[in-house]
């Protein structure tokens, strides 16, 4: 027969092990929120609107992309690096392709390098804002419209910055419900359609 101790330790297992699961997904969220906010390890910071100063300084901006494992569609930047004026609003184009035959959802997490920089990355327009579906087989470009705070320039650190990466991860996300019924709504509908001959496809 087990001990007390025994059972009790087995009891403390099973209670911190949910937790520490728990805890590792919402770290994630956690996380980019706090750098969202504060500009820490990189993260961009969000504008309102334009830049109420722009300078003659150019700087060069790299941008990156990666999928997340998991996460099957292709994804890349249309164009890889931009010479932008400091305080220049200036628009970029990331492509993503959904080569499975199921509709799939992703959301992208971001970050600019080097990390001095991100505070002074500010993002006007975002796809990375909100959550993007894919149907199968479609490809779509998506925006993000930025500028480079001029005050970059008086920053410790960030005055030393002459070229700035921003680079994106695409995570796979759960479906919602309504995209899924839609889907399959649609499915059904093509499936029952007559073709030429007068025959469905089914």
Not at 72 to 79: G, H
Not at 118 to 145: N, T
Not at 162 to 186: I, K
Request: aromatic residues 10%; hydrophobic residues 40%.
């Amino acid at each position: 027969m087990s001990s007390p101790r025994n059972r009790r330790t087995a009891l403390w297992l099973l209670l911190i092990v949910p937790v520490m699961l728990g805890g590792s997904y919402a770290a994630v969220p956690l996380y980019n929120l706090f750098c969202k906010v504060t500009g820490y390890g990189g993260t961009t910071s969000v504008a309102d609107g334009p830049s109420s100063r722009v300078l003659d300084q150019l700087i060069t901006v790299r941008f990156d992309a990666n999928t997340a494992p998991g996460m099957p569609w292709e994804f890349r930047p249309v164009q890889r690096t931009m010479k932008v004026r400091l305080g220049e609003t200036a628009l970029a184009f990331y492509e993503a392709y959904n080569p499975t035959d199921e509709p799939i959802a992703g959301t992208a997490s971001y970050n600019v390098s080097p990390y001095a920089a991100g505070a002074f990355f500010d993002k006007i327009a975002c796809f990375c804002f909100s959550m993007q579906i894919l149907q199968p087989g479609e490809r779509i470009e998506m925006p993000v419209s930025f500028y480079v705070d001029p005050d970059m320039l008086t920053d410790r650190e960030g005055r030393y910055v002459s070229d700035v990466t921003l680079s994106y991860t695409m995570n796979r996300t759960e479906l919602p419900e309504g995209a899924a019924a839609l889907e399959t709504g649609l499915d059904t509908q093509l499936a029952a359609a007559p073709v030429a001959d007068g025959t469905t496809r089914q």
